[in-house]
């Protein structure tokens, strides 16, 4: 059974950090990789997406790399601002098509 | 523009009541998901569809049912609500296409006195 997990649980940092966010999961034999962003209350925001076949993906200030052979994921935010606070999400793909989890990050970045 | 709806945002309700929460989709999608969110916990998989007619169940066993009849329709029934079903209740899609990106909607907040 896939399991997904994040380090680390929370994370405060003041505003103009680069950051680093882990992920990893159990079974290498996933279809793609996707990191969301979640705040208080609301759906999910797909930030980026990683095929199986990649090794990193970039948007803006997010970058995500993947190891599928080791089970690792990272998120580096660079620059981080007030508005990046939330709970960021690293999910994997398996068989089914459908998401596997993990229990998160909460993001607080200080002004 | 295409998008995914869930409806009702927010709903209180009493156990006993049937509720049906509705979750479309313009993004011409086969593929729809519901999951799960307890306050400050996980999201799990409850159910899925590939595409009209077909539903199957998930990892997490949920009381609830699915049906897909239209395929931008995957709307979610609890015949007896009870407070146990109170959560979040998160509906997602992805398309055929292999790249399988997964957009999900705002989100149902149901709570079951």
């Known amino acids: 059974k896939q399991e997904v997990t994040q380090i680390p649980a929370a994370l405060s940092v003041p505003e103009g950090e680069n950051l680093v966010l882990n992920c990893s999961f159990t079974?290498?034999?996933?279809?793609?990789l996707q990191w969301f962003r979640q705040d208080p209350g609301k759906g999910l925001t797909s930030l980026l997406l990683?095929?199986?076949?990649?090794r990193e993906q970039t948007s803006g200030r997010l970058n995500a790399s993947l190891d599928k052979s080791s089970g690792r994921s990272t998120l580096y935010i660079a620059a981080s601002q007030p508005g990046d606070s939330a709970t960021y999400l690293c999910a994997v793909t398996t068989g089914r098509r459908a998401l596997t989890f993990g229990s998160g990050t909460r993001l607080q970045v200080q002004p | 523009e295409a998008d995914i709806y869930q409806t009702p945002r927010y709903l209180v309700i009493g156990t006993g009541k049937k509720i049906t929460l509705e979750c479309s989709q313009t993004?011409?999608?086969?593929?729809m998901y519901w999951y799960q969110q307890d306050p400050g916990m996980e999201l799990h998989l409850i159910h899925y569809s590939y595409g009209v007619n077909s539903t199957e169940k998930g990892d997490l066993s949920s009381e609830s049912t699915v049906s897909r009849i239209r395929t931008e329709h995957f709307p979610l029934t609890l015949e007896s609500a009870r407070p146990s079903h109170t959560s979040q209740y998160l509906c997602?899609?992805?398309?055929?296409?292999?790249?399988?990106?997964?957009?999900f909607g705002p989100g149902t907040r149901l709570t079951v006195l």
């Open positions: 990683i095929q199986s076949s990649q």
């Open positions: 079974d290498s034999a996933i279809y793609n």
């Open positions: 997602a899609s992805s398309g055929s296409s292999g790249a399988d990106e997964q957009f």
């Open positions: 993004m011409g999608h086969d593929k």
